[in-house]
C-alpha cells in the first residue's frame, strides 16, 4: 500500500512539475528609445494567419503609431522602424498560436525582437486567445511590459 502510494505521488508530482515547464513562454529584447512619433512599416507575411497582423495593427493605432503596411519583398525606407513576423498555429483538439516571432529593425540592424512559444504539452493554458498573445508580444517589444510580466499575464486570468 505505501508503494502504491509513493508511485502515485511520484507520478503527480512529475505531472505538475512538466504541466508548469509546459506554460506559455515570452522572451523580449525590447526597442531602445521608441517614441510614438516613429514611422513605422510592416513586412506582411503571407504564409502567416491574417488574424496576426490585425492585432499588431489594432495594438499599433491603439497606441497611437502611424504604420504602413508592404508586401514581402517590397522596397522600403530602411531609416523606418520596420516589422517582420511570423506565427504557427497547431492543432491539438482546437487551433492554438504555438510559436511567434516579431523582429523590428532599423538602417539594416535588428533593434528589437519578442518570440513566443508554447510548448506540446497538456498543459491547458496553450489554448488562449491569439490576439492577446500578439498584442502582449507587441507590448514587449515596445517595452511597456517585460517578458517576464507577459509570461505572468497570458499563463493567468490577468485581462490585458
Known amino acids: 500500500m505505501m508503494k502504491r502510494c509513493n508511485r502515485f505521488l511520484f507520478v503527480f508530482i512529475t505531472l505538475l512539475i512538466l504541466s508548469g515547464c509546459g506554460s506559455p513562454r515570452y522572451a523580449a529584447q525590447p526597442i531602445k528609445a521608441m517614441t510614438n512619433k516613429a514611422d513605422i512599416v510592416i513586412v506582411k507575411d503571407d504564409a502567416t494567419r491574417e488574424g496576426f497582423l490585425e492585432a499588431m ?3 499599433l493605432t491603439e497606441n497611437h503609431y502611424t504604420y504602413k503596411i508592404i508586401d514581402s519583398g517590397a522596397k522600403h525606407d530602411l531609416s523606418k522602424l520596420t516589422l517582420e513576423y511570423e506565427g504557427l498555429w497547431r492543432w491539438d483538439l482546437a487551433l492554438y498560436l504555438q510559436d511567434a516571432e516579431i523582429k523590428a529593425y532599423q ?7 519578442v518570440d513566443f512559444h508554447v510548448p506540446y504539452t497538456m498543459n491547458p493554458s496553450k489554448f488562449g486567445s491569439a490576439e492577446k498573445r500578439i498584442r502582449l508580444m507587441m507590448a514587449a517589444l515596445f517595452g511597456q511590459m517585460s517578458d517576464e510580466k507577459a509570461t505572468e499575464i497570458v499563463n493567468s486570468s490577468e485581462k490585458y
Open 57 to 59: 495593427e489594432s495594438w
Open 107 to 113: 538602417q539594416g540592424q535588428k533593434v528589437g525582437e
